[in-house]
């Protein structure tokens, strides 16, 4: 069965305090791999896609990374604008190329 | 430039009641998704179309029925709602779903049913 698991659930940071979240996935056959940010009483909004094993992308303070088997989302000097949930999705092929979705990491970024 | 377009923002029904939430996206997209979002779980699929006129069931169809008469609305019907539905439901569209094609979200209909 595809899945994708996201940790921490819960990260609290001061600002300027650098960490990542992960995101590891099983899957039969990774097409893709998404990041979007959630904030609160809103819908997901896209920032990343990466396709292959050593690809990074980056926008300002996030940067995503991706191996074989998981992503990282790198938060540089965070700020409190930084703070959001971080959902990681993956596409899988099987027919119908659908998107499997983690539970999110919720980002709190203090001043 | 609206994207995905979601009404009603919030509703609260009954058990039993029936209500249509409607999907508008003004991208030109062929695909469009309705998913519902539960505390503790992931995005989960509930029904996706391939282009107007076309709908097929996604990952948890039980007790939703969709529509695509035209290209830029997908409408999720519930006939007879239940507690279990209680959730919050997003739509997204997107051009296809080769490498490349990204899913756009609307805001959410956040529904109760009582």
């Known amino acids: 069965e595809d899945q994708v698991t996201q940790s921490p659930e819960a990260l609290r940071l001061q600002e300027g305090e650098s960490s990542s979240l992960n995101c590891s996935y099983t899957v039969s056959g990774l097409r893709g791999l998404f990041w979007y940010r959630q904030d609160p009483g809103k819908g997901p909004e896209f920032l990343f896609t990466?396709?292959?094993a050593g690809e990074e992308k980056e926008k300002e303070r996030l940067k995503a990374t991706l191996t074989k088997k998981e992503s990282f989302l790198h938060i540089t000097a965070p700020k409190p604008e930084d703070s959001a949930t971080y959902l990681c999705?993956?596409?899988?092929?099987?027919?119908?190329?659908?998107?499997?979705f983690g539970t999110g990491t919720r980002l709190l970024v203090s001043p | 430039n609206a994207g995905v377009t979601q009404t009603p923002k919030f509703r609260v029904l009954k058990t039993g009641q029936s209500m249509t939430l409607l999907c508008a996206q003004d991208?030109?997209?062929?695909?469009m998704y309705w998913y519902r979002q539960d505390p503790g779980m992931g995005l989960r699929l509930i029904h996706y179309s391939v282009g107007e006129g076309t709908t097929a069931k996604g990952e948890v169809p039980d007790g939703y029925n969709v529509s695509r008469l035209k290209k830029q609305n997908f409408l999720l019907g519930l006939e007879s709602a239940a507690p279990s539905q209680t959730s919050v439901y997003f739509c997204?569209?997107?051009?296809?779903?080769?490498?490349?094609?990204?899913?756009?979200f609307g805001a959410g209909t956040r529904l109760s049913v009582l």
């Open positions: 990466l396709y292959s």
């Open positions: 999705a993956v596409q899988v092929n099987t027919g119908f190329q659908k998107l499997v």
């Open positions: 991208m030109n997209h062929e695909y």
């Open positions: 997204a569209s997107s051009r296809g779903t080769g490498l490349g094609n990204i899913q756009y």
